[in-house]
């Protein structure tokens, strides 16, 4: 009995094993092809990173070697040998398999010797969960909100061209150009984020919280499908997320191709290294004479600054009244006024079109359209500023000048963000899309990003951005305030004598029967808060005359 059993297994045995090695084939050839399909993937990226990064023109002479074009044309081969073999791998007859066996395995061995080529010729990749590219007044707060959301050591990374860290940027402008020791802004003093009351995040900071600080970086090319980032130093950063915050560049009149534009000591206020190169100009040219082209924020808090420090001041603008984005003209004239009661002249109604030099190269003069000339040792050209959207054109939808986004921040490209002003989003109290170059917008764009990152990854809720609209500025003893949107008809109220003491004026703009916008110089805190209240609420108005007359006083009623 038990020699038939014996026979029986033996036979079965017998009959089985072909089957038995059959499968095993399969199993293997397989699993070699799932390896194979994983190594192409990957062989194709490291393939994608090398091409992007011989387009950076100015990596030309260290890629584009014969070495690295000859691996390139290599991989476009085995791509589609590999391409080849896995039509074959589908195919159901079992010789057909049996062949392919070997020159699976030997593609595989392939890829691998070609893959570790590739990341020699790559370098170390550097790769991280989330980077913020641009180090601005966003990336500061946005790494503020990484960290109060939780952040792991590691996760994040901020990209800068500047060699410092985040620092709040409406300083330069202000108290960083004033000479006098004892009132002149410094760093460590105005890192973020102290301009909204909060804590200093000195470079200390970042470290002590594992967030890399890659200081002194110019990205130059950008490729977000790939989530891949090059520097000018042939730097490849990976992301998962990715926050643009790359800001605006300042409009140069060099650009526009305007005569004697490249002097010496014509500057423009962005970045620090700005500001430094202007401070040590105005430490040489004691009491000289300076020209500020521009009548906005950067020509009235600059002509200010410049006065302070006993320059002779002169103001060039084209419009017929100052920071005409904003003020009405009413407005305009209390601080056209104001300055000229300290001493500076204002130009209005002409444009600089030339510029004289020394024979050093110096700036000696600005000569304006109306023939004039206005004698300059110095001259800060503000004429506005366009945001830096260039690296990702072609690859997120615009809109209005901007990158679109939606309540979020989120942009047309899963896992990109864009804040700040280079963000267009849709501002939910005016029902409209827009795009705000603004400080405080700046930090509160950052921060709803990262919420809204965070809270995707989490699964919770979050409310869109909800933002009205802020501006201020300060400068001499003047600071003003204003909340809303300036349309519609306007409402004056106050004290506009720019010989008053404590001069406190203000303005609500008014649209369909309800306030849209306020404005208000030399307010407190709660009166501010005040009109920041009524703009929102779009409280209504039933008699200008009577709104006139209580003024500031209407405000304090809601």
């Known amino acids: 009995m038990a020699s038939s059993s014996n026979l029986v297994i033996g036979t079965a045995k017998f009959i089985f094993a072909p089957i038995e090695r059959c499968l095993n084939f399969n199993r293997n050839l397989d699993g070699n092809m799932k390896i194979l399909k ?67 395995e030997e593609k595989v061995v392939e890829l691998k010797a070609f893959l570790r080529k590739g990341k020699a010729f790559l370098g170390m990749v550097k790769s991280f969960k989330y980077i913020i590219i641009g180090g601005g007044v966003a990336a500061g707060y946005a790494a503020r909100e990484f960290d109060r959301q939780g952040l792991k050591p590691g996760q994040l990374a901020i990209i800068s061209k500047e060699a410092v860290a985040p620092y709040e940027r409406p300083a330069l402008s202000k108290g960083y150009l004033n000479l006098n020791p004892k009132a002149a802004a410094r760093l460590p003093g105005f890192y973020v984020c102290v301009g909204s009351g909060g804590d200093r995040l000195l470079p200390d900071w970042y470290e002590e919280k594992g967030i890399l600080l890659i200081l002194g970086t110019e990205i130059v090319k950008v490729n977000l499908g790939l989530k891949t980032l090059i520097s000018a130093a042939g730097e490849i950063f990976k992301f998962q997320t990715l926050i643009i915050a790359t800001g605006s560049t300042v409009i140069r009149l060099t650009d526009f191709k305007v005569e004697g534009a490249d002097a010496k000591n014509i500057f423009y206020l962005r970045e620090l290294e700005d500001a430094d190169k202007l401070v040590e100009t105005i430490k040489m040219k004691k009491n000289g004479k300076v020209v500020i082209v521009g009548g906005g924020y950067i020509g009235l ?98 809109d209005k000048g901007g990158i679109k986004t939606d309540g979020f921040f989120k942009t047309s490209m899963p896992g990109v963000y864009a804040v700040g002003d280079v963000a267009t989003f849709p501002m939910k109290l005016y029902n409209e899309s827009r795009r705000v170059e ?72 008014i649209k369909d029967g309800k306030i849209v916008g306020a404005f208000l110089e030399g307010g407190t805190p709660e009166e501010n808060k005040a009109l920041a209240k009524v703009s929102r609420l779009k409280c209504p108005v039933e008699n200008l005359d009577q709104l006139k007359k209580e003024g500031l006083s209407f405000a304090s009623k809601f």
């Open 38 to 104: 994983k190594l192409l993937k990957e062989l194709s990226a490291v393939k994608g990173d090398i091409e992007l990064r011989i387009s950076a023109e100015i990596h030309g002479g260290t890629m584009q070697t014969e070495e690295v074009k000859n691996w390139l044309e290599d991989v476009q081969r085995i791509k589609t040998e590999t391409e080849i073999i896995e039509q074959k791998a589908v195919e159901k007859k079992f010789l057909s398999r049996v062949f392919l066996r070997k020159q699976v």
């Open 301 to 398: 808090e600059v002509a200010a600054a410049m006065r302070i420090n006993n320059f002779d001041v002169t103001m060039v603008y084209p419009e017929p009244w100052c920071m005409p984005r904003l003020f009405t003209p009413t407005i305009a004239a209390f601080y056209e006024s104001y300055y000229k009661n300290k001493g500076i002249k204002i130009i209005k109604g002409t444009v600089a079109v030339g510029f004289n030099a020394n024979a050093n190269g110096e700036v000696k003069g600005v000569k304006l359209k109306d023939g004039r000339v206005a004698e300059a040792d110095i001259v800060v050209i503000g004429v506005g500023a366009r945001p830096l959207t260039t690296l990702f054109k072609g690859q997120l939808d615009e």
């Open 438 to 509: 603004h400080v405080d917008h700046a930090r509160k764009s950052a921060e709803q990003a990262v919420k809204a990152i965070k809270a995707n990854e989490t699964g919770k809720e979050l409310e869109e951005y909800d933002y009205l609209p802020y501006f201020y500025s300060r400068s001499f003893e003047l600071s003003w305030q204003f909340y809303g949107d300036n349309v519609g008809e306007t409402v004056f109220f106050g004290d506009n004598n720019p010989l008053s003491p404590k001069p406190k004026f203000g303005s609500y703009w």
